[in-house]
């Protein structure tokens, strides 16, 4: 048992480690002279570095304008290692120079991806790998019938090449222009190729999986067509289902609120509105690019859209926020509270009380740290700066999102020292949470059991 729980402290040690040193190592090199087009600030490399690796797309340079060839490439290794994760490159490393994967090693990659099970842990790593690669891929052919046209072969496959893993890894990074995608509001190709990668990428790998393996079942007609969304695993079950219930409820509260604004989608055609509208829900799910002025929506658009962001995408992939199935569990045990009942019900099977405790954790400390950094950044910053902009700010840091209202530029360093610890947090909080907390029990709890007494609630 205490094995096992210095592994567990040792995967935590390595992934809070391993971030922040690639963060470093990131800031020093989008610092040298072959990086940029023109002198860049140390403190403006290191919030690329972390913007890159926490995979959020918040910024406070332009970097089409201000890196080089050699600091594109750099931010393009960022994103990739921060949507894999530190550990899962360093499998890959040893895939490539075919070493042996240890047995300390296998365990820690079980409880990077919470695995049941040690057996076939390398084979899944293997299988997250190659399938990000192979979507990422994909994404670049399509994103290439548009770019390759408007900028020729070579810069056109680049783009391509950079978007596609800048979409999938949910790094909302550009190097398009100042503008991220609003260029591209009404474009058809680029929309739908940058939704379906977000989506893919903030489901899951563990639902990839669980649909890969049903939808053999059914080629082999194992389970008639009619069961195949029962026969996946909970998890997945609510992670589709959640992912599909927010999308539609962001698209539906975009169109409608800001259907009349000339600054957002106001002068666009009504199949247009819905385009637009559908990416901005589908961006809060921890992407961070936009197609119209974030700064230009109205109030109760930012409020609902900065909702959206805290609660991200679904676990098991490359999305931050507190995750789509976490706040699932909690609507249910809340509404199992409100019938009388004792146990947290979801499509007929029982939801345990640890997993309860798990996930409302993971809320708490999420929702201690957005508090903190909205406050901390409203106390440094002028009166002058509207609250909901902060809020919205705060909400796409430690959500690791990335959508800004024209704010991360202009504020002060403090501020951004702070925006930059909350990327950070975000990245690594319901990983850490999950790897500290669950399961955990202190020896004295199986021998002791204290009197119980009731407090008043409510």
Request: net charge positive; proline share 3%.
């Amino acid at each position: 048992m205490d094995r096992k729980k210095n592994i567990r402290w040792n995967t935590l040690q390595i992934t809070a480690a391993g971030f922040l040193g690639i963060i470093l190592i990131g800031g020093v090199l989008l610092y040298l002279p072959a990086s940029n087009t023109r002198p860049i600030a140390f403190a403006d490399a290191l919030f690329t570095s972390v913007t890159s690796v926490c995979v959020t797309g918040l910024v406070t340079v332009t970097p089409a304008s201000q890196f080089t060839l050699f600091g594109k490439v750099i931010l393009l290794i960022l994103i990739q290692i921060g949507g894999l994760g530190v550990i899962a490159c360093a499998a890959l490393f040893f895939f490539l120079l075919r070493k042996r994967i240890t047995l300390r090693e296998r365990v820690v990659l079980q409880e990077t991806y919470g695995a049941e099970h040690l057996g076939g842990i390398v084979r899944l790593v293997r299988k997250v790998i190659f399938g990000t690669l192979a979507v990422e891929g994909g994404g670049a052919m399509l994103y290439m019938f548009r770019f390759v046209p408007e900028y020729g072969a070579v810069k056109g496959i680049w783009y391509s090449v950079f978007h596609a893993v800048s979409a999938f890894c949910n790094a909302g990074i550009d190097i398009l222009g100042e503008n991220s995608l609003a260029d591209y509001a009404v474009d058809p190709i680029v929309n739908i190729t940058t939704i379906l990668l977000i989506i893919l990428s903030g489901i899951g790998f563990t639902v990839w999986f669980d649909l890969l393996e049903n939808a053999k079942k059914l080629m082999h007609r194992e389970v008639p067509v009619r069961w195949w969304f029962t026969r996946l695993r909970l998890h997945s079950r609510l992670a589709l289902v959640m992912t599909f219930l927010l999308i539609t409820a962001g698209t539906v509260f975009v169109f409608f609120a800001e259907y009349g604004n000339p600054d957002t989608i106001g002068s666009m055609s009504f199949g247009e509105k819905l385009m637009a509208s559908l990416f901005q829900s589908v961006t809060t799910r921890t992407a961070g690019f936009y197609t119209f002025s974030q700064g230009a929506m109205h109030e109760e658009s930012k409020l609902f859209c900065s909702i959206l962001m805290f609660i991200g995408g679904s676990p098991g992939g490359t999305a931050g926020g507190t995750k789509t199935t976490t706040f699932a569990m909690l609507f249910l045990a809340c509404m199992t509270f409100v019938r009388g009942g004792n146990d947290t019900e979801c499509m007929g099977r029982r939801i345990s009380t640890a997993n309860f405790r798990t996930g409302f954790c993971v809320v708490m400390v999420a929702f201690t740290v957005f508090i903190t950094g909205t406050i901390a950044i409203l106390m440094v910053e002028p009166d002058k700066i509207p609250m909901i902009n902060v809020v919205y700010e705060t909400a796409s840091a430690v959500g690791t999102v990335g959508l800004t209202a024209d704010l991360t530029p202009h504020l002060g360093r403090a501020s951004q020292v702070i925006l930059m610890i909350m990327m950070y947090i975000g990245r690594l909080g319901p990983l850490t949470l999950v790897l500290t907390f669950a399961g955990k029990s202190h020896p004295r709890d199986k021998v002791r059991r204290l009197p119980q007494e009731q407090i008043m609630v409510g």
